[in-house]
């Protein structure tokens, strides 16, 4: 964990007592960021509306298959051949789109890192396929930005649920109080919670 990481564990123990229980149970956080940004666009979009286990096998497959996560090897590779990994006709025409931007129209995904939030979802708004949901996990694990919080993302929605104690989907008036409490490190927070999620975490 660097120095704003761990500040930012402090700071959510100290502004939420559901967080500080969730923290305190669980094993330190692995949060690595991606340094093939290509690789990381792309792994985001084929688990788009997939469960981890169902876009972690596609993934797999796909890379056994590419080898390499770069554009010019996932053009050279047969439509077919990707679309027989599990990837969606949709989902690999807006792969091979990016990749296309990148090879032959400048987009330079590393360069985003210097720019702000808005210009990024600007640029990659633009980029068919990909939506907010998208963006915001290529902010958090692209970029490793600290304050993202992806409120449609229906991992969180679930982890609020039962950590809060909340029966339905949590309202925006709900989602906004937690994101008050959290900024400026909600993308910590929303860490933590898909992680004591994933480990079925009982803070009681």
């Known amino acids: 964990m660097n120095k704003n990481f761990i500040e930012g564990v402090n700071y959510l123990k100290k502004n939420d007592l559901t967080l500080k229980k969730i923290i305190n149970k669980t094993d330190q956080i692995k949060f690595e960021i991606k340094q093939n940004k290509f690789e990381c666009l792309s792994r985001i979009i084929i688990s788009q509306q997939l469960s981890n286990k169902a876009s972690n096998t596609i993934i797999k497959r796909v890379e056994n298959k590419i080898e390499e996560f770069y554009p010019e090897k996932f053009i050279s590779i047969k439509k077919d051949d990707i679309r027989k990994c599990g990837v969606s006709n949709s989902k690999y025409n807006c792969i091979k789109f990016i990749s296309n931007e990148i090879i032959y129209n400048g987009l330079d ?96």
């Open 109 to 204: 995904l590393d360069s985003l890192n210097s720019r702000s939030e808005d210009f990024i979802f600007n640029k990659l708004s633009s980029l068919k396929g990909v939506g907010p949901w998208s963006i915001n996990m290529f902010l958090i694990f692209g970029l490793g930005k600290l304050n993202v919080f992806p409120i449609n993302d229906v991992g969180i929605q679930n982890s609020i649920m039962k950590f809060y104690s909340i029966n339905e989907k949590p309202s925006s008036e709900k989602m906004t109080e937690l994101k008050n409490k959290w900024d400026p490190f909600c993308t910590i927070a929303c860490l933590y919670l898909w992680d004591s999620y994933d480990k079925n975490l009982n803070i009681d």
